[in-house]
């Protein structure tokens, strides 16, 4: 069993871990050789959906497309 006294370091760094994932994501991709670095690269923009709830109901949800600040 694992010791809960140490935070992951990416914690201690103030960052969350979707943060420290992304970062290392964006790192590996910049590290491939063409044509795979060009392929990994187009496969970098994420959609998700944002929906808010007022009085314990959902909004009509937002699509949002955002992709990673270099």
């Given at each position: 069993?694992?010791?809960?006294a140490?935070?992951?370091?990416?914690?201690?760094?103030?960052?969350?871990?979707?943060?420290?994932?992304?970062i290392?994501?964006?790192?590996?991709?910049?590290?491939?050789?063409?044509?795979?670095?060009?392929?990994?690269l187009?496969r970098?923009?994420?959609?998700?959906?944002?929906?808010?709830?007022t009085?314990?109901k959902?909004?009509?949800?937002?699509?949002?497309?955002?992709?990673?600040?270099?």
């Amino acid at each position: 069993m694992a010791s809960n006294a140490a935070a992951p370091f990416w914690r201690s760094a103030g960052m969350t871990y979707i943060t420290y994932s992304n970062i290392c994501a964006n790192l590996v991709r910049n590290c491939l050789k063409e044509p795979y670095k060009t392929e990994a690269l187009t496969r970098e923009k994420v959609h998700f959906s944002v929906s808010k709830w007022t009085e314990g109901k959902p909004e009509k949800p937002t699509i949002r497309s955002d992709t990673p600040e270099d």
